[in-house]
C-alpha cells in the first residue's frame, strides 16, 4: 500500500503563491509517475500536472505557465508551487501516484483564492 500525505494548502489573495508538497510513504517503486489533480466545486476531478521518477513532466493546460511541478525521489515527495493565483484555482488539490498500473490517492488539500 501507498499512504499519501499533502501539505501547503490555505487561503491566499488573487496574484499570491502557494507551494503544496505531498510525501509518499509505503511501498513506493523506483519508477513511477507523481501529481496533482484538482476538484473544484460542483466540478469534476481536471488533471493539474504529472512528473514520472525521471523528471518528465506533464501539464494539463493553461497553468504551466503559473504552476510547476517537481519532485525529490530521496524524500518520495512531490511538490506544486502555484504563482499569480487566481479565483478560478479555487480547488480541493490531490496528490496522485501512479505505478504498475494501480492510483493512489492523498486525502486533498484546500486551495481558495480570494478576489
Known amino acids: 500500500q501507498v499512504q499519501l500525505v499533502e501539505f501547503g494548502g490555505g487561503l491566499v489573495q488573487a496574484g499570491g503563491s502557494l507551494r503544496l508538497s505531498c510525501a509518499a510513504s509505503?511501498?513506493?517503486?523506483?519508477?513511477?509517475?507523481m501529481g496533482w489533480y484538482r476538484q473544484a466545486p460542483g466540478k469534476q476531478r481536471e488533471l493539474v500536472a504529472t512528473?514520472?521518477?525521471?523528471?518528465?513532466?506533464n501539464y494539463a493546460g493553461p497553468e504551466k505557465g503559473r504552476f510547476t511541478i517537481s519532485r525529490d525521489n530521496a524524500k518520495n515527495t512531490v511538490y506544486l508551487q502555484m504563482n499569480s493565483l487566481k479565483p478560478e484555482d479555487t480547488a480541493v488539490y490531490y496528490c496522485?501516484?501512479?505505478?504498475?498500473?494501480?492510483?493512489?490517492w492523498g486525502q486533498g488539500t484546500q486551495v481558495t483564492v480570494s478576489s
Open positions: 509505503g511501498r513506493i517503486l523506483r519508477f513511477n509517475a
Open positions: 512528473i514520472t521518477s525521471v523528471g518528465t513532466t
Open positions: 496522485w501516484v501512479g505505478q504498475m498500473g494501480s492510483a493512489y
